[in-house]
């Protein structure tokens, strides 16, 4: 896991992913849990960010994990 997080285009691939996923999972969690104000949310705007988000980090770390396995 070292190698990977060494890797820049991984590194910023992990950060976007848990700078864009982390709201609307935590929005997700705690309604589950009981601890949101609405039990069914709606949240938008974190769910965009989601949207938004979700292929260009999985990219990220797609190339920054095919560099770290091709020894660059």
């Given at each position: 896991m070292?190698?990977?997080l060494a890797n820049r285009?991984?590194?910023i691939?992990?950060?976007l992913a848990v700078l864009g996923w982390s709201p609307l999972l935590a929005?997700?969690?705690l309604a589950a849990v009981?601890?949101?104000p609405d039990p069914n949310?709606?949240?938008i705007g974190p769910g965009l960010l989601f949207f938004f988000s979700f292929w260009p980090a999985v990219a990220l770390m797609g190339l920054g994990a095919f560099q770290v396995r091709r020894g660059r």
């Open positions: 070292r190698a990977y285009w991984f590194r691939g992990f950060w929005i997700v969690l009981g601890l949101w949310p709606n949240p």
